[in-house]
Structures are given as C-alpha cells and as structure tokens.
C-alpha cells in the first residue's frame, strides 16, 4: 500500500471520510500529537488500529469528536464537574473518560464500562471530524513503545506502507498527549498527566486527585496504559536527575572513550556544560510549553543519531512538567512494569 500525506484541503478531508467510512484508518493532526484514526463504531477498523499499531488488547482508546458532537451519543452519564471542564476547555488536550455501556464498538474500551472521549483543538482535526460526523478512535500514531508522532514526517516513519493516508496538519504545538482525567467517581481524577494540569481542574471543578497504581497484583488498574514501557527512542537510554550531573557526565565520558555514539538531552540550563565537553546535545529549551512541544521531536532525532543517550530530568518538576516528566521516565525505562 502507498501511504500519501496531504495537506489538509476539503479534498483530503473528502478522501479521508471515505476511507473512514470503508472500515480503514487515516492518520491525522491534533494539537497534542498525531492520531491514527478509524470510526469508533465499526469493530473491524478499531481490530485494525490495534493491529496496525501492535497495540497491547487490553489498552483502550480514546474517541474524538467536534465541538458540536452530542455527547450523549456515547456516554450514559455526565457528572456536573465534567460539564464544568467541558465548559473551561470545549477543545483543548484533555479526555474525559465517562461511564458508558455499549455506545461504541466493545473493542474500543476493552470491556470496560467507560468511554475516553476527546475534543481537539486543532482546526484541520475538528474539520476532519465535523465531515465524518462520527466519533473517530484515535491512539497516538506510533508503533506502540515507540515515541509518539509531533508531524507527519513521524507517522510517516512508522507507518509506510501500512496505511494508505496522513492528513499533514504541521507540526503539533502541544507535543506531549492529553491528559485523561477519569469522571466516574465523585471526582476528578487525572490518569494521565498533560497539558491541563491539577492545579487547572482543581481550580475549575474545586477538587481533582491523581491516580496513582500500585502495581500490585490483583489491582484493577484503571487506565491499562500506564502499565507500559512507552515513549521510547530506539537507541539506549540512561536517565539521570541534576543532582546526578557528575555521574551523568563521567557516563558520557567513559561510554565515548569506548567509541559508543553518545548524545546528551536536557534543558537549556545545562547545555553549556556538555557543550564544552563536545557532546552532541537535544536541547530542550527554557520553557515548559517549549519543553513538552520538542520532547518528543528531540528524541526522535537522538535515536536517528546516537546509540546511547543521556537524559537529564528537568529541574522543574510541578505544572505541565509533572506530564513531560513522566513521559521522559517511560522513555527511559527498559521493561513494561512487570506486576508481582
Ligand atoms: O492527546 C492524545 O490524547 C492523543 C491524540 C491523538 O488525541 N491520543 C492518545 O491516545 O494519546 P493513546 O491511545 O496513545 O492514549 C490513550 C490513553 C491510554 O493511556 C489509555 O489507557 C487511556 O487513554 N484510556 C483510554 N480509554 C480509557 C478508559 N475508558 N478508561 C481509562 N483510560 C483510558
Ligand atoms: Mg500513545
């Protein structure tokens, strides 16, 4: 199969509607990263996406939809704090995830009574699903473990051949992928941190906690994604905080004595410090925002370049960071958590 990527006009949209409605899947933009996308009713295009991806089966997706959608298509129940956040953010990266009991096909959440539902931002994703009408299951356009896609470029990397379009909305201004904030329970409680922090939807809602999984076994663990090794650059990876700088750099020094290619990522603070040791350096800038939207782009490039890279954590770890951190540990560990 020729994989295409077009540049969003309402051609592309016309041709990635029909693909949708034939059963395939189409990459596309959102603000955040690239999604891969297929309609959310249709059992053999959400199969696919798994597939395609070689998503673990038991990892759910999240349905996106426009601004205008009805939501009570698809949720059996909204509590008054998630109407409130809807309000806050109409669009924006953040997944509600409701109760909701055959709306979409059963594979979407993979047997649990919830749905994940998101309304980005991006104008060419809100044109997409406005002309498609229906809610759009859409993962990150990764092969699963790998880092998730900040341009089509990316997808394209991963999926040539395997699908037949990526609709080209530039560059995702976002970087890292929404947060999920679960809204079956009292309150709301982030599963995956994003963009839209804690301290946002407290602010709005008055309360929001943070899942946190034990990993135990037996545990039923809400959101199944976060068990996975994710994220991840195909070089080798080692993670150090600032406080662990010396160790960082005696590791770069001795692993490019015995001739490895070695690369250093870590915020602008440090970047003079490598530098004068003539290390090849992912800088991922001053700012937070600036910091999640090259993070992903950054390590992508390092695996093209390098065999073994060092991270430095941030050194501000509360807001936005608290997601752009987490997304570098999973990048940096080597297993999926193994449950015992
Ligand atoms: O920004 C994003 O959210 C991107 C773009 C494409 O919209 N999408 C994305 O999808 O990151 P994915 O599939 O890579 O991550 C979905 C996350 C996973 O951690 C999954 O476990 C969680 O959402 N999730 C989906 N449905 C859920 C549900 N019903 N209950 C709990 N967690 C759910
Ligand atoms: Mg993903």
């Known amino acids: ?39 959310a009713f249709d059992d053999s295009a959400v199969a696919k996406i798994f597939e395609v991806k070689g998503r673990p089966s038991d990892n759910p997706l ?80 990764n092969i699963s473990k790998h880092v998730s896609p900040t341009s089509a470029k990316h997808v394209l990397d991963d999926f040539d051949g395997k699908i037949p379009l990526i609709l080209d909305g530039g560059e995702c201004v976002g970087g890292i992928e929404s947060t999920v904030c679960d809204c079956t329970g009292d309150v709301p409680v982030i599963l995956r941190a994003g963009l839209i922090t804690r301290e946002d939807i407290a602010n709005i809602v008055g309360d929001c906690k943070v899942y946190e999984p034990t990993f135990a076994k037996g545990e039923k663990v809400k959101s199944p994604g976060l ?81 073994l890279l060092i991270a430095i954590e941030p050194t501000e770890k509360t807001g936005i960071m608290v997601g752009v951190l987490n997304r570098l540990q999973k990048a940096c560990v080597s297993e999926d958590i193994k449950r015992d």
């Open 1 to 39: 199969m020729k994989t295409e990527i077009k540049a969003i006009t309402p051609d592309s949209i016309r041709e990635a509607k029909n693909i949708i409605e034939k059963g395939g899947v189409v990459a596309i933009p959102t603000e955040t990263v690239y999604g891969l996308g297929g309609n």
């Open 62 to 141: 999240i349905a996106h939809v426009h601004k205008d959608y009805d939501l009570s298509q698809i949720v059996d129940y909204e509590p008054d704090y998630a109407k409130k956040l809807r309000q806050a953010y109409p669009t924006g990266p953040l997944t509600l995830v409701y109760p909701s009991k055959n709306k979409v096909s059963p594979r979407v959440s993979c047997g649990l009574d919830t749905l994940a539902v998101r309304v980005p931002s991006h104008d060419g994703a809100q044109a997409f699903l406005r002309a498609v009408g229906i809610p759009i299951v859409a993962p990150s356009a």
């Open 227 to 307: 068990l996975y090794k994710h994220y991840s650059p195909r070089c080798q990876t080692r993670l150090f905080t600032a406080e662990e700088l010396e160790t960082a750099v005696l590791l770069y020094q001795s692993e490019t004595k015995a001739g490895k290619k070695v690369a250093i990522l870590c915020e602008d603070k440090w970047s003079s410090l490598f530098q004068t040791l003539g290390a090849p350096l992912f800088n991922l800038g001053k700012e937070q925002s600036e910091m999640a939207m090259k993070l992903y782009k950054l390590l992508r490039e390092a695996e093209e370049k390098c065999e």
